[in-house]
């Protein structure tokens, strides 16, 4: 068995690995023409801020992949033949395969704006995005992000980090309006302001403005607005790589189009990842998902199903955690940013500190917890998902907070306070008591 995998990034090294343990004789090989070993991408923004080299982003020694009988390839795959089971090198001989894995990644999405092809406009996604940029940015003293989301705040953070004045764009009413209710949108705007971020709101990049040198300039805005500037970050979303895929006559939408096994249109080849579209997926859940973690779940399915164990992939709840500036921010479920019918939220947030908590429910009898999030607060994601698995109530969620908890020992702890506010919300119902965790001295004298 000859396994070639297309893309070092986290669904393929994971692919690999499990590959490795399921199937010891197998021969590995991954491609990748980014770089040569798996980097943690969720770092990058830490390389350009100066907290992390190079070195420090690589979550294996080099010697772990001769070590674990792993090929690695740096090298531009250039074309796949199905027929044939050849993957074509852009340096090396074509590689013959029994299994071919696409974990091709995602790239910036563009809009096709008038001048976005000047210099010192870029998105990203890569390590080769944060040399660039690295390059790019050494003499700038005013920067435009357009778009705002998880890329555009990581964007204006490694700007401010070089006192880069930022202004954003964001086309919303407030801060990720896809995404966000307004309350943590709030909290997200006021970490730009103390940041020195200024942001338009409901306002789109109209046009990059160049000079006589072909390097940018200035940007015009929907509202007709010129803002001088000399580097623009574009953070408007990803688009799944999908050109071998096209190449190879493989069905494709927005990506490549695979089944709940994660296998594409051809025989023995599948997709995963950023690049990956499923065809019919669950109720509530998108057809692509662009996430570290989802990559890993698909990369760890999809091996069992290429080991001869067909294995659907199965999400679960959803995950996703971040941070804006110094705030951390975590959602598990469904949080819509807007009010469903049937469906309700339970709002904390602190008077003074910056943390704050939504529990979103079924308004009807059950109350059945539908989703978390927070701000500030750090919570088990073992606990979280345990409980939307389970299909809680809000009430047993807050009654049973403390077991959330994943703050440091002797950070304040909000139960009592979050508890003691729904109880007032909701004087109708039973008061709740709040059943206390455990400290950490109090566990080590139990055991």
């Known amino acids: ?51 992390l080299r190079t070195i420090d982003i690589k979550p294996y ?31 090396h001989p074509p590689l013959r395969y029994n299994s071919l894995l696409l974990a091709t990644g995602s790239g910036t999405q563009y809009y096709n ?32 992000v357009v778009g705002g989301g998880l890329i555009g705040i990581e964007l204006a953070e490694m700007l401010r980090s070089r006192g880069i004045a930022v202004t954003m764009l964001v086309r919303d009413a407030h801060y990720w309006g896809s995404v966000l209710p307004a309350e943590e949108a709030a909290m997200v705007h006021k970490q730009l302001q103390r940041h020195g971020v200024e942001v338009l709101y409901n306002t789109e990049l109209a046009e990059v403005l160049g000079d006589e040198a072909e390097q940018v300039r200035a940007v015009r805005t929907s509202t007709g607005a010129e803002l001088p500037c000399q580097w623009v970050g574009i953070a408007t979303g990803v688009q799944p790589k999908i050109e071998l895929a096209l190449g190879a006559g493989l069905a494709t939408e ?34 692509i998902e662009p996430l570290w973690y989802t990559g890993r779940m698909q990369g760890e399915t999809v091996a069992h199903t290429i080991c001869g164990q067909p294995t659907p992939y199965r999400r679960g709840p959803w995950f996703n955690s971040a941070k804006f500036f110094a705030l951390e921010y975590q959602v598990y479920g469904r949080v819509p940013p807007q009010p469903v019918p049937g ?105």
Request: net charge positive.
């Open 113 to 144: 704006w008038p001048g976005q092809h000047l210099s010192g406009v870029q998105g990203l996604v890569s390590l080769p995005d944060v040399e660039l940029m690295t390059r790019t940015t050494a003499k700038v003293r005013q920067a435009v």
């Open 343 to 447: 469906e309700v939220s339970f709002w904390w947030q602190h008077a003074t500190a910056p943390c704050a908590l939504r529990l979103h429910y079924r308004l009807d009898a059950t109350q059945t917890l539908l989703g978390i999030s927070s701000m500030g607060l750090r919570l088990r994601h073992e606990t979280c998902d345990a409980w939307l698995r389970q299909g809680v109530s809000v009430r047993y969620v807050l009654e049973h907070l403390g077991q959330a908890n994943f703050d440091p020992e002797f950070y304040p702890e909000h139960e009592a306070a979050i508890v003691a506010a729904y109880n007032a919300r909701h004087p109708e119902q039973p008061p709740l008591r709040l059943r206390r965790r455990k400290g950490l001295l109090a566990r080590l004298l139990s055991v």
């Open 61 to 91: 020694e080099d010697w772990y992949w001769a070590e674990n009988r792993l090929e690695l390839v740096q090298d531009r795959a250039t074309h796949v033949d199905v027929l044939a089971q050849q993957v074509h090198l852009l340096r």
């Open 1 to 51: 068995m000859h396994l070639v995998i297309i893309g070092n990034g986290i669904a393929g090294v994971t692919c690999a690995q499990t590959v490795r343990r399921l199937r010891p004789d197998a021969r590995i090989t991954l491609v990748s023409a980014e770089t040569a070993h798996h980097i943690s991408r969720p770092a990058l923004m830490y390389l350009y801020m100066g907290h």
């Open 254 to 287: 927005r990506g490549i189009l695979v089944d709940e096994l994660l296998q594409t249109s051809a025989a023995n080849v599948y997709a995963a990842g950023d690049c990956a579209q499923r065809r019919n997926p669950p109720a509530g859940e998108a057809a």
